[in-house]
């Protein structure tokens, strides 16, 4: 078992819609959780950061983790084909200084 | 302010060659690390360099080598190139050692043939 799991996708939405990106992991000694969105050829670009259970949002943009059941989502509302990227989520314990990274899935959204 | 430069940006080498990446942190970020990204696949940790020590290693082969310089720059280093090579190479950086908040550059694209 792989220790962070992300449905690659594709996802294709209309714009408008809401869009649900989750990720799943077996370490419990995770505690710093991430997504990242990554344009086609670039680098990835932090888009949200969190620490603990519960919810993050900043804008459109709504982290959500759920350690108990080992489960972060990112919901998008109202997307934007500017939006069309892949998202990947990535995670790190307190001990160690690099991110495990989940596939990443690929999101486009259609005007 | 500028963000994590990388470079080159492409490159094409064949097999048995050496190449060397290099990066340049967002200023005041004293952390480095190199990810490795193939097509498809997320990014995998191959180092961190924190105050010019090396903090942590993937599970990469002894021909990836990197270093940190006093101006917290980065060089990776990768020897007797094989086909399976050919990725993305991102470097990040971050203030601390393990706070997470990576932020990467744009990646050089290495292409062995």
């Known amino acids: 078992q792989k220790e962070v799991e992300q449905d690659p996708g594709p996802l294709s939405v209309p714009e408008g819609a809401i869009v649900s990106l989750n990720c799943t992991y077996s370490?419990?000694?995770?505690?710093?959780f991430m997504w990242y969105r990554q344009y086609s050829r670039k680098g990835p670009e932090l888009l949200m950061y969190t620490y603990s259970s519960g919810n993050k949002e900043d804008g459109r943009f709504t982290a959500q983790v759920d350690k108990s059941s080992k489960y972060i989502s990112l919901f998008i509302r109202d997307s934007q084909p500017s939006d069309s990227a892949t998202y990947l989520c990535a995670m790190i314990s307190g001990s160690q200084g690099n991110l495990i990274f989940g596939k990443g899935t690929k999101l486009s959204v259609k005007p | 302010d500028a963000g994590v430069t990388q470079s080159p940006t492409h490159l094409i080498k064949t097999r048995g060659q050496q190449v060397t990446l290099r990066c340049s942190p967002i200023s005041g970020h004293k952390s480095v690390s190199w990810y490795q990204q193939v097509l498809g696949q997320g990014p995998q940790f191959i180092f961190q360099?924190?105050?010019?020590?090396?903090?942590g290693r993937g599970n990469f082969p002894d021909r990836f080598s990197a270093r940190q310089f006093p101006n917290y720059s980065s060089e990776l280093n990768v020897n007797a190139l094989l086909l399976g090579d050919s990725a993305l190479y991102l470097c990040?950086?971050?203030?601390?050692?393990?706070?997470?908040?990576?932020?990467f550059g744009e990646g050089s694209r290495l292409t062995v043939l």
């Open positions: 370490n419990s000694a995770f505690q710093y």
């Open positions: 990040a950086s971050s203030f601390g050692q393990t706070t997470g908040e990576l932020f």
């Open positions: 360099y924190y105050e010019k020590e090396e903090r």
